[in-house]
């Protein structure tokens, strides 16, 4: 059965922020700190869904949405990230799975979409080994209330996204400038991840799949050089993150002048990690936006820059729109990694865009409309070229916090008025539903 669905996050959509009981996380911390997100927005109120979620569940039940992927709040259900846990927490998840359940709309959780508790990021966050394991007891805390009704989980949200953005380039929580010292944030992470797929299978979660932002990478010539910093920058964004959980192994990072083990904390992988890493998964949940293109480096420091996909039409995120990319992602993780790839998911596609109300109060986003339709038909194009692709989630259900960006980019298929919370349904909404129909 193909799953079709949309896909959001807790700390863009519930608000709540201090709510029964809930810890800050590291996006509490961030939005509050001047000069982090555009215009000083933060998510303590965001969609209200905390508040709205019944209104939620019934615009998904409208649309006939089959899932929806939804994230847990780490703090919301352990306070402080490990230890005592919040039962009002729980129960706000517990209802809205009985809720999906009862329109027929399967539940998709992901553990951690970037809400780190604040009080894991004082013992240093995910470059602290430590967080892996106390990753998997949360996971374990919430399969053990719910995996009786949800199958499939997801671990992870872009684990890449949130150690370059986050630890990286400090452009995201918890707002480090790490560069390349960011390294044992991948490693952490994706042990947390292999801990968790134990501690939710010990609990009898069914499907457990890691969810990774991917692109395809196109070299900006042919040239000698242009090809081998293409290679390096597919090795950070895409390898580093697919080739251990699927492959048990590290890709080579001599490129960046390192290896795992030559950074902070060495030896950061020990012995075991990668068999826990690569414990066999039933999908592999792929984001995907837009390609990149890649040149050799023009200053020191990484071995490439990026130097922009021109041609294409953008969003207003300025992200070129290249449906086929879609299709090029897919068939290349194919051939990369053959029988290794478990069935795949796409579990966030999705465009941004100006979408204002007409006088009428209709969100006409033919635009959205074009993207969706030409990004479902790259599926179907790789489905045809061999590729087990088993479900496809747009980003997102409504327009929401979108991080340093704060609510000025709006991916919708319901436009949402932040200033009354009032829900409003885009043409977008009515096609998807339309063709859910079909
Ligand atoms: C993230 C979402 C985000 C979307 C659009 C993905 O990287 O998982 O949280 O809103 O992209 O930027």
């Not at 992901?110 to 990021?121: E, K, N, S, Y």
């Not at 029988?339 to 969100?363: A, K, M």
Request: some cysteine; charged content about 20%; aromatic content about 10%.
């Amino acid at each position: 059965m193909f799953l079709w669905g949309t896909a959001t996050a807790s700390y863009q959509i519930e608000g709540a922020a201090g709510e029964d009981g809930k810890g800050a996380s590291i996006w509490d911390t961030f939005t509050h700190e001047p000069g982090r997100v555009r215009d000083g927005h933060t998510g303590d109120v965001a969609c209200d869904h905390y508040h709205r979620w019944r209104e939620d569940v019934a615009l998904l039940a409208g649309l006939g949405a089959g899932a929806y992927r939804f994230s847990i709040a780490w703090p919301r259900v352990v306070p402080d990230g490990k230890g005592e846990t919040e039962p009002r927490g729980l129960d706000f998840y517990d209802r809205l799975v009985d809720a999906l359940l009862a329109e027929g709309i399967t539940p998709v959780p992901t553990l951690f979409h970037w809400d780190l508790p604040q009080a894991l990021q004082d013992l240093g966050g995910w470059m602290n080994r430590d967080i892996s394991h106390h990753f998997a007891d949360y996971a374990a805390v919430v399969a053990d209330r719910l995996a009786d009704r949800v199958e499939m989980w997801i671990t992870l949200n872009e684990p890449f996204v949130h150690m370059a953005f986050g630890y990286g380039m400090g452009v995201h929580a918890p707002g480090q400038a790490l560069l390349l010292d960011a390294l044992p944030v991948a490693h952490h992470q994706l042990l947390g991840h292999g801990l968790a797929t134990r501690a939710l299978r010990a609990a009898g979660a069914r499907q457990v799949l890691i969810t990774n932002n991917c692109t395809p990478v196109w070299p900006a010539s042919g040239s000698e050089a242009d090809l081998a910093a293409a290679d390096a920058y597919d090795t950070l964004h895409n390898r580093l993150f697919n080739d251990p959980v699927l492959l048990g192994a590290y890709p080579d990072l001599s490129a960046y002048g390192t290896t795992m083990n030559t950074v902070a904390d060495s030896p950061l992988v020990r012995d075991g990690d990668l068999a826990i890493i690569s414990a066999p998964l039933d999908g592999l949940g792929i984001n995907y936006y837009n390609p990149t293109r890649i040149g050799a480096p023009t200053e020191p420091g990484l071995p490439w820059a990026d130097v922009g996909v021109t041609g294409f039409p953008t969003t207003a995120f300025g992200w070129p729109v290249v449906p086929d990319g879609l299709r090029e992602l897919l068939t290349g993780l194919k051939e990369r990694y053959g029988d290794r790839l478990p069935p795949v998911y796409v579990t966030e596609n999705g465009c941004s865009q100006d979408d204002v109300p007409g006088p009428d109060g209709v969100v006409d986003d033919q635009g959205r409309i074009a993207f969706l339709d030409g990004h479902v038909q790259a599926v179907e194009r790789a489905a045809e070229q061999g590729v087990d692709v088993r479900g496809y989630f747009v980003w997102s259900l409504l327009d929401n916090f979108e991080w340093a960006e704060g609510y000025h980019q709006r991916f919708g298929l319901v436009h949402v008025d932040f200033e009354t919370g009032r829900r409003t349904p885009k043409a977008s909404y009515a096609w998807l539903r339309d063709r859910l129909k079909g």
